[in-house]
């Protein structure tokens, strides 16, 4: 499985909207994965990341490529409000970053490719991308799946298939059919639409 990293965003007022997407930069220079890239600052460019500093899944940090020199150089960690406000140092270094007077030599910055595009089931002429799958009872087999397309070459969920009964095989879909993030119906594995994966 690719790994991913969830992050959320929020205005502070409590209300968070999360994310998960392919991790496609190493931004510790170890040459795994850790981080992705997108656009924080709306400059434009992909050159700002969501980092997963400590390798939990879940990004810590906000990487800002300020100068547009294609390396981070600010550091914001979120207080669980998704607003990314608090100023820190960069986790790769340990030094402090250049705001607060010290200069930090920029990370190693590297991307890694997305996965590729896997064909549906059987039968099936839809491409799509698993985006993620768990196994959420740890018996070895996959218990929920998401799948969707890739846009701009970033992986992006709109189906949920879910093993209720843990026989290995998809029992439902949850489908998103408006990209507004929230499953607008659902099919269990009977109907005609659940296998257009």
Do not use: K, Q
């Amino acid at each position: 499985m690719d790994p991913t990293i969830d992050y959320l965003f929020g205005t502070g007022d409590g209300h968070t909207t999360s994310w998960t997407s392919v991790a496609d930069a190493d931004l510790d220079g170890d040459g795994t994965a850790d981080a992705v890239w997108l656009d924080f600052d709306g400059d434009g460019r992909r050159d700002d990341a969501m980092w997963d500093t400590d390798g939990d899944g879940t990004a810590d940090v906000v990487a800002l490529d300020r100068d547009d020199d294609g390396r981070p150089d600010e550091h914001y960690r979120d207080s669980g409000v998704g607003v990314w406000g608090e100023r820190t140092t960069d986790p790769s270094r340990g030094e402090e970053s250049s705001e607060s007077g010290g200069v930090v030599p920029p990370p190693r910055a590297g991307r890694v490719d997305a996965p590729a595009p896997r064909p549906g089931p059987p039968g099936s002429t839809d491409v799509s991308v698993a985006v993620r799958t768990e196994d959420l009872d740890g018996d070895g087999t996959t218990d929920i799946e998401m799948r969707g397309d890739l846009r701009a070459g970033i992986p992006v969920a709109h189906r949920l298939y879910v093993d209720d009964d843990g026989d290995g095989r998809f029992d439902h879909v949850l489908i998103d059919e408006n990209d507004d993030g929230r499953a607008d119906v659902s099919f269990d594995s009977r109907s005609p639409r659940f296998d257009r994966r």
